[in-house]
């Protein structure tokens, strides 16, 4: 016996041993690539020596030497996007080059399968002759830069470049001018949302008996709107009154975005005249889906036209947000209605024909290889007609609104051939007043943008990209797939860069938004049907207006705000008659724990602190409240609305057109009334909340539900390590708050934040380096690196650091100086 104990002693010790053995082997090899940033080094692809000073943050602040171009600043901030982000830009270039496959197998093919019928990498690789001559050599420029940093790693073992190398055999090319107006396109593709909700509108038409209730579940914005539009069987009769759900590939790595997710953002501006320190002020918050690390890069770079800071993209040298010395800007999705879907009728006699208004003609059609990890290889037929490339069935739930003998298109701005959507990038940065940057607006074409610009002494907002040019005689004016065969459906070219909305200077001496309605024109002048937000743009108003003159600080507060508009709104309507009208009951009971949360509620002031129970009351009663109101109409396809849409409950609450009708469930013998189905939704409710987080009301936590999910989009999939790459965190705010996050909608934690604002900058310009910003995680990609969630807890605290162009300040205690001299090949 102990013979036996020594043994299993020994081989425990052993097994100990080999474990620390390989966790120390598996620390060395991956901190091997972590980047050395002091340090003194010869690359080739410079005209003249050039410095990359990294703050006490790790912002990378790129000086060039006396003779430098600007090209060897953007050659700077090349290699300083590959020292720290190198994975994350060669996955984002196999991403839109629909190339994932090749590294992670099956499990990609769809999500590669939609990028190359797409075919965004091609036509990016056509735009590079169409960009201006500074902008072509920026980006040759900027890819000598990322190409610099791979010949080091590979010249010097320095671990591959990044850890996940060693788990994935990712094969990296040299970076091209074409990969960056590639990831353009991608961006313009992650901040898409037209085909979801017009996709979404024609299978709800579908299901619903009573056509007149879409526009309660799919209300247009406030303001005069259209009213009708035909029911889809008369577009495409035939199709089956049934809803399926739609098969989109569920990888994290997938840029489709669900309905809800595309991109969103808070911007607004003040003149001097509303400016307490006497200067313009611009605060801006991107919202898009949450990573770690995230997606935005902060850089400063010292131009020949001066020193430009803000949020750049990884694979993409352009500060996308931010300030030089003259001139602020700042983004949000302008929601431009710049997609359509054409249902194309097949020739049934040759399915390589469609129908147009001059005949049958053949699709373009070309073959496209995907090489799979450990599989063989898939070959995609592409085919393309005269409207956009031909989408597969699954994309949205196309299928489902495709009548047989047809197939569905895609007609998207960002399909250009010539986009010069990256010249108008580069060039805004130079840009030293509010009407030439307006100017330079024009060249972009995708993603539309409402482009908010603020110089010493001007503000404005513009909204650019194009907008395609419909007829006015279009049967559905985009609303709904078309017939893609009638010449009145198709587009008629881009409409004039003058018609875009814009404001200049306002009376009010403040503009901004929210994702929210621009303008009230009539179609086709009418830019889009659906709109972002409905219910942020109110509680910014209140914000604006109670102050006669506002201040750096004041902008941070509002961009702080987690007050709910929506909350505020709904509940008076949805409680008016179960506040204070309930009997006594028993301790414990379903009723008593009713009556807790009513009183809860009744008390409350909207406000969604992470601390507080009543947002987690109030969120899972109005989720529960909209699953039983359009259940029973609307089957499977109740599953698309994942999250609560606030003009519908308030339409159905205030009865309008007769909106009361979804509050009776169509299958049983009485008549349900609205405030029964309140009260039967706050019932379900609290049994959810009771199963998931005990029974004691007032100890909730909104926080414990709403928490930010930053995660690895691979590596936080795996045991054990998603633990050290995946970054969780108790947030305030909302689905509809200015501090926005957006819930998930999905699984046991239907709370989750997963797109939130991944940036926030206020530029103050009275005292332009009292400007401040954040990111959500940090500024490396390595996990190892302390600075790949340094600014996690300054995020979720609603903190900032400096925004100062003064090199002096950038050169205190930096963590580290690269002086990089040029060589000769």
């Not at 010869?42 to 003779?67: C, K, Q, T, W």
């Not at 629909?98 to 990028?115: A, I, M, N, P, Q």
């Not at 002020?281 to 990573?291: C, I």
């Not at 606030?646 to 049983?668: K, M, T």
């Amino acid at each position: 016996m102990g013979l036996l104990f020594r043994w299993l002693m020994r081989l425990s010790a052993a097994l100990i041993l080999m474990l620390v053995l390989g966790a120390g082997l598996i620390y060395f090899l991956a901190s091997q690539s972590l980047p050395d940033y002091d340090k003194d080094i010869a690359l080739p692809g410079l005209s003249a020596p050039i410095e990359i000073v990294r703050d006490n943050a790790n912002v990378p602040h790129i000086f060039g030497s006396y003779g430098a171009s600007d090209e060897d600043v953007f050659f700077g901030l090349g290699y300083a996007h590959a020292q720290d982000r190198l994975w994350q830009m060669t996955i984002l270039r196999r991403t839109v080059q629909g190339r994932l496959s090749e590294v992670f197998g099956r499990r990609t093919l769809e999500v590669d399968s939609l990028l190359r019928r797409l075919d965004l990498y091609r036509l990016a690789q056509q735009s590079v002759p169409d960009q201006d001559a500074g902008t072509q050599a920026a980006l040759i420029a900027y890819s000598a830069g990322v190409n610099a940093r791979l010949d080091e790693i590979n010249a010097s073992a320095l671990g591959r470049g990044a850890p996940e190398m060693f788990l994935f055999n990712a094969p990296i090319a040299p970076w091209q001018p074409a990969d960056s107006i590639a990831l353009m396109k991608l961006l313009a593709l992650k901040q898409s949302g037209q085909i979801q909700d017009e996709v979404l509108r024609a299978r709800v038409t579908l299901m619903l008996d009573d056509p007149s209730r879409l526009l309660d579940i799919l209300p247009d914005a406030p303001g005069t709107g259209m009213t009708a539009l035909p029911e889809y069987t008369a577009l495409f009769p035939g199709l089956k009154r049934y809803a399926e759900a739609s098969d989109m590939p569920s990888t994290a790595l997938s840029p489709f975005s669900d309905r809800g997710f595309a991109g969103a953002s808070n911007v607004w501006a003040a003149l001097p005249n509303r400016s307490a320190a006497g200067g313009t002020l611009l605060a801006n918050d991107p919202h898009m889906e949450l990573s770690a690390p995230t997606l935005w890069y902060l850089a400063r770079l010292e131009l020949a036209t001066g020193g430009v800071i803000g949020a750049t993209m990884p694979g993409i040298p352009a500060v996308m947000a931010g300030r030089s010395e003259n001139m602020g800007w700042g983004t949000t999705a302008s929601y431009v209605d710049d997609q359509d879907i054409f249902i194309e009728k097949m020739n049934p006699e040759n399915h390589e024909e469609y129908l147009t208004p001059n005949g049958y003609k053949r699709f373009k059609s070309r073959p496209s290889i995907i090489q799979i990890k450990d599989a063989q290889p898939v070959t995609l037929i592409l085919r393309w007609s005269e409207n956009g490339p031909v989408m597969p069935g699954s994309l949205h739930g196309l299928s489902t609104v495709t009548p047989p003998g047809h197939i569905a298109s895609l007609a998207w701005s960002a399909l250009s051939p010539a986009d010069t959507s990256m010249t108008a990038a580069i060039n805004l940065m130079r840009s030293q007043t509010v009407p030439e940057a307006i100017a330079i607006g024009e060249q972009y074409i995708a993603p539309s943008q409402n482009l908010v610009l603020a110089d010493h002494n001007s503000i404005a907002l513009k909204t650019v990209g194009a907008i395609p040019q419909r007829d006015a005689q279009n049967q559905n004016q985009g609303r709904l797939p078309n017939q893609g065969w009638r010449r009145e459906n198709r587009w008629q070219g881009r409409a004039p860069y003058a018609a875009n909305p814009q404001f200049i200077n306002p009376r009010g001496g403040i503009l901004g938004n929210t994702n929210n309605k621009l303008l009230q024109r009539p179609f086709p002048n009418h830019v889009s049907y659906n709109w972002g937000d409905t219910q942020r743009v109110h509680r910014w108003r209140k914000l604006m207006q109670t102050r006669q003159v506002h201040t750096r600080d004041s902008f941070i507060e509002a961009q702080l705000d987690t007050v709910s508009y929506t909350a505020r709104t709904i509940l008076p309507l949805i409680g008016a008659d179960l506040w204070f009208t309930s009997s006594a009951a028993p301790e414990g009971s379903p009723a008593r724990q009713r009556q807790i949360a009513l009183r809860l509620l009744s008390e409350w002031n909207g406000e969604m602190n992470e601390h507080m129970p009543e947002p987690l009351i109030y969120a899972a009663w109005l989720r529960a409240l909209q699953q039983r109101l359009i259940i029973d109409e609307l089957g499977p396809l109740a599953s698309e609305f994942r999250h609560v849409e606030p003009l519908f409950i308030e339409r159905v609450y205030r009865n309008v057109d007769g909106a009361a009708a979804w509050c009776d469930i169509r299958q049983s013998a009485p008549r349900e009334t609205c405030t029964e189905l309140a009260q039967l939704a706050l019932d379900d409710a609290l049994v959810w909340i009771t199963e998931r987080y005990g029974p004691a009301l007032e100890a909730l936590r909104w926080g414990d539900a709403h928490q930010a999910r930053q995660d690895h989009e691979i590596l936080g999939e795996i045991p054990i390590l998603r633990f050290f790459v995946n970054i969780r965190q108790s947030t305030s705010g909302g689905d509809n708050t200015l501090q926005r996050g957006l819930s998930s909608g999905l699984g046991p934690d239907p709370f989750q934040n997963v797109h939130a604002a991944g940036y926030r900058g206020v530029y103050d310009f009275s005292d332009p380096d009292s400007s401040v910003f954040i990111t959500s995680t940090g500024q490396s990609g390595h996990f190892l690196s302390r600075h790949y969630d340094d600014m996690a807890q300054l995020w979720r605290r609603g903190e900032y650091i400096p925004m100062s162009l003064d090199a002096d300040l950038a050169r205190a205690a930096a963590v580290g100086i690269t002086r990089i001299q040029p060589r000769q090949n």
